[in-house]
T-cell receptor, first 114, second 110 residues
C-alpha cells in the first residue's frame, strides 16, 4: 500500500521555465512533509519541508505548496536550472516533533534541458 | 558537525554469499537510524529502523537483518544473498526532523 504517491515517474523542462513536481498522500495522520533531491549514486539530500499548519513554504527558487483537503503537495522550482536535474522524492511523517520514520514516494526524475 | 559514513560504495557479490554493510554516525547521540533500499524503478523502501542500541524494527519481511551494536553504528546483514537483494542501500539518521542520508552502497548480486 503506497501511502505517498508520485504519479509522474519523469518530467522534462526547459531551462528557465518552472518545474512542478506533484505528490499525493492517503494517510490523514501525516502532518509534516519533505522533499529530497537525489543524484545518481548518492544519498538523498534535504531540500525543503512544510508543516500541515502552513499551505506554502518558500526557499529561494523552491516553493512547496500543501493542500490538506486534497492530500496533495507540490514542489515548484523556478527558474529551473540544468543542475536541478535529479530524482525528487517527497516524504511524509505523522509527527513533526519526533524522529518518526518517513514514508517516501517513488520519486520523479526531473531533466532540465539547456 | 554531524556526519554519516556508509561503506562500501559499491559491492558485487555472488548469490548465496553473506553480506555486511556498515553505517556509522558522528557528532550526535542517540539518533534514530534507518536502512532504506532503492531498487531499480522503485522508490525508497524502509527496511529497518532503530531507536536505540539493540532495538531493531523490521518493516518488510526479507532476506536481510540489521543490528545496532553501538549507539552510532548500524549494520545491515544477510547470511545468503538472493538476486533480488540487488539495489542501492542507504543508511540514514534522524534526531528530530527529517533525515540525513549516507552516500549509499550499490549492491549487485550476480
Amino acid at each position: 500500500d503506497q501511502q505517498v504517491k508520485q504519479n509522474s515517474p519523469s518530467l522534462s523542462v526547459q531551462e528557465g521555465r518552472i518545474s512542478i513536481l506533484n505528490c499525493d498522500y492517503t494517510n490523514s495522520m501525516f502532518d509534516y512533509f519533505l522533499w529530497y533531491k537525489k543524484y545518481p549514486a548518492e544519498g538523498p539530500t534535504f531540500l525543503i519541508s512544510i508543516s500541515s499548519i502552513k499551505d506554502k513554504n518558500e526557499d529561494g527558487r523552491f516553493t512547496v505548496f500543501l493542500n490538506k483537503s486534497a492530500k496533495h503537495l507540490s514542489l515548484h522550482i523556478v527558474p529551473s536550472q540544468p543542475g536541478d536535474s535529479a530524482v525528487y522524492f517527497c516524504a511524509a511523517s505523522p509527527n513533526q516533533s519526533s524522529g518518526d520514520k518517513l514514508t517516501f514516494g517513488t520519486g520523479t526524475r526531473l531533466a532540465v534541458r539547456p | 558537525s554531524q556526519t554519516i559514513h556508509q561503506w562500501p560504495a559499491t559491492l558485487v557479490q555472488p548469490v548465496g554469499s553473506p553480506l555486511s554493510l556498515e553505517c556509522t554516525v558522528e557528532g550526535t547521540s542517540n539518533p534514530n537510524l534507518y536502512w532504506y533500499r532503492q531498487a531499480a524503478g522503485r522508490g525508497l523502501q524502509l527496511l529497518f529502523y532503530s531507536v536505540g542500541i539493540g532495538q531493531i524494527s523490521s518493516e518488510v519481511p526479507q532476506n536481510l537483518s540489521a543490528s545496532r551494536p553501538q549507539d552510532r553504528q548500524f549494520i545491515l546483514s544477510s547470511k545468503k544473498l538472493l538476486l533480488s537483494d540487488s539495489g542501492f542501500y542507504l543508511c540514514a539518521w534522524s534526531v528530530r526532523l527529517g533525515y540525513t542520508f549516507g552516500s549509499g552502497t550499490r549492491l549487485t548480486v550476480v
